[in-house]
């Protein structure tokens, strides 16, 4: 079971997101980051804890290891907000977690 | 760059065999594993299965003995979950894994279909 919080957070555009991910058994480094706005695909943003993917800018990062991860958005931008969750691939079957909401204070 | 274009009917009745397809352009399906996930009203994602580069398929063992995914065309992949009830009403999608090992899936999704809603209802 992935455990995200909070399960929503208030931010203003320029500000730092914090967001967590604390997994129920250890996924080692295999943990990934989504950004789903509505009416649209999720989006790959972070794979193996900290490896961003394609074209996904610097602003955002992770890090963690074993139960307990965190992405870290520096500087936010409209674009940002939505929902994120995330997604662990070393035990089976790939499982999510529940999301946070990232809204515009 | 790689797209998916998924469609399929969106109301189904109870105890039918939904079926989904999912079209790749700008690519073929070789080389890479696909997978189906799927979103309920108000909850997180569910992965389904997936059909890998080798031709085998894994799935969700929550689902399991309801759910196929097949190749149909070179391009094209598909789902199929027998028996449905209004717990399978969700949005689902397709995707592919993000290519990281020679053989092994990463099931990691880096590109996905755009959704489509299907409903379970009498």
């Known amino acids: 079971v992935l455990t995200q919080s909070p399960v929503t957070l208030s931010l203003s555009p320029g500000e730092r997101a914090t967001l967590s991910c604390r997994a129920g058994h250890s996924v080692d480094k295999y943990l990934a980051w989504y950004h789903h706005k509505p009416g649209q695909a999720p989006r790959l943003l972070i794979y193996n804890t900290s490896t961003r993917a394609t074209a996904i800018p610097a602003r955002f990062s992770g890090s963690g290891s074993g139960t307990d991860f965190t992405l870290t958005i520096s500087g936010l931008e409209p674009e940002d907000f939505g929902v994120y969750y995330c997604?662990?691939?070393?035990?089976?079957?790939?499982?999510f977690g529940q999301g946070t909401k990232l809204e515009i204070k | 760059q790689v797209q998916l274009q998924q469609w399929g009917a969106g109301l189904w009745r109870p105890s039918e065999t939904l079926s989904l397809t999912c079209g790749v352009s700008?690519?073929?399906?070789?080389?890479?594993?696909w997978s189906w996930l799927r979103q309920p009203p108000g909850k997180g994602l569910e992965w389904i299965g997936e059909i890998t580069q080798t031709g085998s398929t894994n799935y969700n063992p929550s689902l399991k003995s309801r759910v196929t995914v097949s190749v149909e065309t070179s391009n094209q992949f598909s789902l199929k979950v027998t028996s449905v009830t209004a717990a399978d009403t969700a949005v689902y999608y397709c995707a592919r894994d993000l290519k990281l090992w020679l053989r092994t899936p990463s099931r990691y999704f880096d590109s996905w279909g755009q959704g489509t809603l299907v409903t379970v209802s009498s």
């Open positions: 700008g690519g073929t399906l070789s080389n890479y594993s």
């Open positions: 997604q662990q691939r070393s035990n089976w079957p790939p499982t």
